[in-house]
Structure formats: structure tokens, C-alpha cells
């Protein structure tokens, strides 16, 4: 089946500092992927839709410039969280969507923890 | 913007025991997936029920896109059940992105 990977998967860094998570389609292909924010005991919150060549769409409530997100190609994905406080600390999910004619599925990478002390 | 609202909450079961999951959905939805979510994190996707029945092994779902609700059936639970169960809900012409529901948090014991 389709694979999506993410690293880091565990991430703890000092408050003010930049963290950088990646998100890999393995498999296949994907011109877009979403990245969501989950917090303890609740649910999953999405933040930004990553298109591959053009600008991220994201949620309202999500600051752009706080959360950076880069889909420079087919495969990869990168949400750079700058200047990270304690709040940022969550677990991250990417997805991917895999189209396969005109059925397109959403495969969800294994998250990563990011702690910010 | 739409509401997905799940029940239980929390629930506890023994293993062996069969348990029914429900999603509310505020609006017309294109597409309904019902995921696990394991204890490390990694959410597996259960099923993709915009509508009518499902089964696969000891797990079935059933959407009423009409009334605005899905079921998913636990039957003969196991410990592997236990972890946190997320419907998700695709708006009409969303394009893919999804909103997940409260989320039921399941633990099965022997």
C-alpha cells in the first residue's frame, strides 16, 4: 500500500528556534498534501493545504508566517515551524492524496512530537 | 463552518464485547472515512462510507448521509481495538480536505 513518511518523528527544541518537519509520499506521487495539528486528548485540526508548485492554502486562524510550508516537489513537504514557543508543542500530520484514475485516497504519515521547552 | 460531533466519548470494553460508534454531521457531506488512530499515533484509514454498508472482518460502518449520521460496529473487540476512533467528513466539492470529528477514545481489556 502507499506510504507516507515523516521525520522527524520526535523533535524537542528550545523556545525561539526553527524546527523543520518533513513529509514524504514513498510511493507515489501526490500534487497535493495537508498538514494537521493535534493536540492532546483532541482531535485533528488542519492547518494548511500544500500544493506542489504554488503558494499553501491554509485555515483560518493559522499564521502563514509563523507556519511555513514548502511542497517543492512530488514527494516531499516541508512544514518549518519559526520562532517556536511552548503553545507550538503538538504532534504534526502530514497526508497525502494519491489519485489513481479518478479515485483519490488521503494517506496519513506517522506524525511527529514536537516539544518546545 | 460543519460540525462532526462523535459518541461515546470514552467507552471501556471487555474483550469479546461489541460496541457502536456514532458520528453527527451538521451538513451535506461528499465523503465520510472512519480512521483508527493507534496508540503511537498513526492513523489507519477504516473506512471510506459516504453512504450505505461496509463490513470488513470484525469491523462494519453504515452511513445515513440523509440523516446526517454514521455508525461504525466493533464486533468481539480485542486489545488491538483499543486507541482513539476519528470519523472525518469531506464537504461537498472540498476537495479532499476533512474535518475529523470529537473522536471516540476506545480501550479494551481482558
Known amino acids: 500500500g502507499a506510504v507516507v513518511s515523516q521525520h522527524p518523528s520526535r523533535v524537542i527544541c528550545k523556545s525561539g528556534t526553527s524546527v523543520k518537519i518533513e513529509c514524504r509520499s514513498l510511493d507515489f506521487q501526490a500534487t497535493t498534501m495537508f498538514w494537521y495539528r493535534q493536540f492532546p486528548k483532541q482531535s485533528l485540526m488542519l492547518m494548511a493545504t500544500?500544493?506542489?508548485?504554488?503558494?499553501?492554502?491554509?485555515e483560518q486562524g493559522v499564521e502563514k508566517d509563523k507556519f511555513l510550508i514548502n511542497h517543492a516537489s512530488l514527494t516531499l513537504s516541508t512544514l518549518t515551524v519559526t520562532s517556536a514557543h511552548p503553545e507550538d508543542s503538538s504532534f504534526y500530520i502530514c497526508?497525502?492524496?494519491?489519485?489513481?484514475?479518478?479515485?483519490?485516497?488521503?494517506?496519513f504519515g506517522p506524525g511527529t512530537r514536537l516539544l518546545v521547552l | 463552518g460543519i460540525q462532526v460531533e462523535q459518541s461515546p466519548p470514552d467507552l471501556i470494553l471487555q474483550e469479546g464485547a461489541n460496541s457502536t460508534l456514532r458520528c453527527n454531521f451538521s451538513d451535506s457531506v461528499n465523503n465520510l472515512q472512519w480512521f483508527h488512530q493507534n496508540p503511537w499515533g498513526q492513523l489507519i484509514n477504516l473506512f471510506y462510507i459516504p453512504s450505505g454498508t461496509k463490513q470488513n472482518g470484525r469491523l462494519s460502518a453504515t452511513t445515513v448521509a440523509t440523516e446526517r449520521y454514521s455508525l461504525l460496529y466493533i464486533s468481539s473487540s480485542q486489545t488491538t481495538d483499543s486507541g482513539v476512533y476519528f470519523c472525518?467528513?469531506?464537504?461537498?466539492?472540498?476537495?479532499?480536505?476533512?474535518?475529523f470529528g470529537t473522536g471516540t477514545q476506545l480501550k479494551v481489556e481482558l
Open positions: 472525518a467528513v469531506d464537504l461537498t466539492g472540498g476537495g479532499n480536505k476533512l474535518t
Open positions: 500544500s500544493n506542489e508548485g504554488s503558494k499553501a492554502t491554509y
Open positions: 497526508s497525502a492524496i494519491r489519485a489513481v484514475g479518478p479515485q483519490e485516497t488521503q494517506y
